[in-house]
């Protein structure tokens, strides 16, 4: 178990208006996550997953109850601190990978460095290290469409922790893969919680689930259970 809290909600609620239709995303959802450990949230599709990763990367704001990511109390932040916060803290995997094709795998990787005026040099002695921490070594000078799927969801891990940063947030991030890319993808984000990396990810596999320290089951935005794994967790 690591030391601290990495999120703590405490009844969040989120509702979006589409013209005169409300949908209430989330309601009243409360949970603790502790650093360096493997979260999943599953339930059905429209549960509210992707919205409550949304809202803990500051995405999107909670409409109702306190949200701490990191330390930082994000239903007070202005949004350039949610900005620095998404930008310096958190990595967001998505399903589809999200990597620009123009630019090399390494090129990917080191975008978020550059974004916030990392040097090229260090931004790339920094992408090399994240690419070898998930496996991906000898493929810095290729291109996306040059690697196979699980390679690419590889290189979206390596620009999600880029900078040594410890939240990593997954929304379906198997979801483009055959099982067993699927499942490899799932040992390299066990190995980053090894190494005290804090993973929340979305999933309707069950299969993905045995990877977890920890499963949120979400149905029409409540969460219905949070399950301990090793009865360590309030
Ligand atoms: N930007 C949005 N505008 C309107 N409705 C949304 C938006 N995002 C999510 N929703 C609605 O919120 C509910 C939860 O969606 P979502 O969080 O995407 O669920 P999941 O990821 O579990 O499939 C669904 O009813 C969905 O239609
Ligand atoms: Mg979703």
Redesign the pocket.
């Known amino acids: 178990m690591g030391n601290g809290v990495a999120i703590v909600a405490t009844g969040i609620g989120k509702t ?1 208006s ?1 013209g005169k239709q409300t ?1 209430t ?1 989330l309601r009243d959802v409360s949970l603790s996550v502790p650093v360096g450990t493997l979260t999943a949230l599953t ?1 059905p ?7 409550l990763l949304h809202l803990i990367a500051g995405l999107e704001r909670v409409d109702s109850g306190d949200l701490n990511v990191l330390g930082h109390q994000v239903h007070r932040c202005s949004p350039a601190e949610l900005a620095a916060l998404r930008l310096r803290e958190i990595g967001f995997v998505h399903q589809d990978f999200s990597l620009l094709a123009d630019l090399t795998m390494v090129e990917n990787v080191r975008l978020p460095l550059e974004a916030v005026g990392t040097p090229r040099g260090e931004a790339t002695k920094a992408a090399s290290e994240a690419m070898a921490r998930v496996g991906l070594k000898e493929l810095e000078q290729r291109f996306p469409a040059e690697v196979s799927g699980g390679q690419q969801q590889r290189a979206a891990i390596a620009r999600a922790i880029v900078g040594n940063r410890t939240l990593v947030l997954a929304d379906e991030p198997t979801g483009s893969l055959d099982s067993r890319t699927g499942s490899e993808i799932m040992d390299v984000l066990g190995r980053l919680r090894d190494d005290g990396v804090t993973v929340v990810l ?1 999933t309707h596999n069950p299969a993905n689930l045995s990877h977890a320290d920890h499963v949120a089951v ?1 149905h029409d ?1 409540a969460l219905v259970s949070f399950d301990a794994a090793e009865g360590d967790v309030a």
């Open positions: 979006f589409m949908v995303a339930g599709s429209g549960s509210g997953k992707s919205t979305s979400l935005g």
